[in-house]
């Protein structure tokens, strides 16, 4: 694997590493990068979707279970300019109906820096008492987008299957 998860051509972001954990127990789903701790959970390409834009995490049925999401991203501005006004937008679907939109917006990013950014989130839909059982059949895809000065620079989808 190499040391980004992601970068695109002409992409002023490089994603360098992910963690999804419960906030309340501290309990650490996924995890990949080396400054966010011990790597852990599985993931894979998505059929028909090239890597950098698409990946398929395994994660424990307990998941499902959590309440509140803890989403950390470690990236960097790969350009000699600050970036002004970056938001990230993560659509939810379970097997292909939008359950909530989430949007995240960071001000201002320094050239050429490593940053983490960790949103902390209680997702409405979770709440259905439906949704665990539907969710551990998928698919739970999330649609994330990332914004600078309103232009889109990333695209990418994840799907979320249980074990």
Same mark, same amino acid.
Do not use: H, M
């Given at each position: 694997m190499s040391k980004n998860l992601f970068i695109a051509e002409?992409?002023?972001?490089?994603?360098?590493?992910?963690?999804?954990?419960?906030?309340? @127990?501290?309990? *650490?789903? +996924?995890?990949?990068?080396?400054? &966010?701790?011990?790597?852990?959970?599985?993931?894979?390409?998505?059929? @028909?979707?090239? *890597?950098? +834009?698409?990946?398929?995490?395994? &994660?424990p049925l307990d998941f499902l279970k959590v309440k509140m999401i803890a989403s950390q991203v470690l990236f960097a501005n790969v350009t000699d300019t600050p970036l002004i006004d970056l938001k990230l937008e993560e659509t939810h679907y379970l097997q292909g109906k939008e359950l909530q939109k989430f949007s995240f917006e960071l001000g201002f990013v320094p050239p050429r820096t490593q940053n983490t950014w960790e949103h902390i989130y209680q997702p409405e839909f979770k709440k259905d008492k439906k949704f665990e059982t539907n969710a551990s059949k998928g698919p739970w895809e999330v649609e994330t987008r990332m914004f600078v000065a309103g232009k889109e620079v990333m695209f990418t989808k994840a799907q979320l299957n249980f074990q």
């Open positions: 002409n992409c002023p972001i490089a994603i360098l590493g992910y963690q999804i954990r419960d906030p309340d @127990n501290k309990k *650490v789903f +996924f995890s990949r990068g080396s400054s &966010l701790g011990p790597q852990c959970g599985d993931c894979a390409p998505i059929p @028909n979707i090239p *890597v950098e +834009f698409g990946i398929a995490y395994t &994660l």
